[in-house]
């Protein structure tokens, strides 16, 4: 596989396109249809080299997969989009690998989207409602999409502080122009999509703010789009009340994209306390504090694009934990659609209180519509 997706890069790397675009399907007649968006997505990591070589010395760490060397499917997603007037739909499903080792897998096919919503702007102010199964406005990084990731994967704040997804509700208000957004959103306590499990619930608030015409939620732009400034910041809180533990958590980033040059930088904090009730076990025993730091930074140089994260995550009941991720990736795709293929390769530095060298050289294939 890895073969035949460089073979691809090979052939279409002289074409430098235009800016990526989607190329709706419309259905129906008239001034009004129906517009579709196929969404398909297939990730592939390779593992070089793992420095652990005895697998009882590699203790479980956040942040580290406990790969050897070998290939795995690190995503696959399948759906549609799908928007006619003031109503837009998203129904997508799909697998992966667990993050690391306080992760689950989600080998089975699940959903990952399953939303319907509406929007309309009255003269400057824009409004909106979703419903069903969606991503939590929480951190920026976990709300680029996972096709927008350079490394293929989030640093270990996005992932361990604060849901990714939830089944609820999100109210949108906001300026048209996208200056200013604020939405406010209330979840199942746990992610189950088919029904709600507990009586606990999830309450996310964040507002985020823009500067300028850059996509901030994207780090990566294709040769002519890459003019001009833009800065994005936004702040985040959530409250989570389960059923044997409560989670107060909250969040601040900010993007800023010049030129070709992409920075991302985010701080997350959480405090979960044990509530007492004989019906499950709390996730912790006593409260617990939780820190963690992403920084990324990468330039555009031509379909290149070397990068750099570091990832920093702390919990004061065992440890804590920083991870600096370094590598390119080179972009690939044919006139107008400049970015379907993407191959990096990359050096994992894992700094962490056990001394067992524990680094990781990675190589990746992305594929996607």
Do not use: C
């Not at 499990?197 to 507002?207: C, Q, T």
């Not at 994260?309 to 044919?334: E, F």
């Amino acid at each position: 596989m890895f073969v035949v997706l460089l073979s691809l890069v090979a052939t279409t790397f002289a074409s430098d396109g235009a800016a990526a675009t989607t190329d709706r399907i419309a259905v129906g007649d008239g001034s009004n249809p129906i517009l579709l968006d196929p969404i398909g997505l297939l990730q592939l990591w390779g593992t070089v080299y793992d420095f652990d070589k005895d697998p009882q010395a590699d203790s479980t760490g956040y942040g580290d997969p406990e790969d050897d060397p070998g290939v795995k499917v690190k995503r696959a997603r399948l759906g549609v989009g799908a928007k006619w007037g003031d109503l837009h739909l998203a129904l997508v499903g799909g697998a992966g690998a667990a993050y690391d080792g306080f992760s689950e897998d989600e080998k089975d096919f699940s959903l990952y989207a399953a939303t319907l919503g509406w929007d309309r702007s009255y003269g400057s102010v824009k409004v909106g409602v979703d419903v069903g199964v969606q991503d939590l406005p929480f951190s920026v990084d976990a709300e680029m999409g996972s096709g927008e990731l350079t490394f293929q994967e989030r640093g270990m704040a996005a992932e361990h502080i604060g849901d990714e997804r939830g089944t609820g509700l999100l109210g949108t208000l906001g300026s048209s122009n996208g200056a200013v957004t604020g939405r406010l959103g209330v979840y199942n306590s746990g992610y189950s999509p088919f029904g709600d499990d507990n009586a606990g619930k999830s309450l996310v608030a964040r507002v985020d703010g823009k500067v300028g015409k850059r996509n901030t939620h994207v780090l990566w732009d294709p040769a002519g789009a890459r003019d001009g400034v833009g800065v994005g910041f936004g702040a985040a809180g959530l409250y989570t009340m389960d059923i044997a533990s409560s989670t107060l958590a909250a969040d601040a980033d900010v993007v800023l994209r010049a030129g070709p040059v992409s920075v991302l930088g985010e701080g997350s904090w959480a405090t979960v306390t044990p509530t007492a009730t004989d019906v499950a076990s709390p996730e912790v025993s006593d409260a617990t504090t939780r820190l963690g730091v992403t920084g990324e930074a990468n330039v555009a140089v031509g379909r290149f694009q070397p990068a750099a994260r570091v990832s920093y995550y702390s919990d004061s009941a065992i440890g804590s934990w920083t991870q600096v991720l370094a590598g390119v990736v080179v972009h690939a795709g044919v006139a107008g659609t400049p970015d379907i293929v993407r191959v990096g390769a990359g050096y994992v530095l894992r700094l962490e209180s056990d001394p067992t060298p524990n680094d990781t050289v990675r190589l990746w294939v992305q594929a996607r519509i």
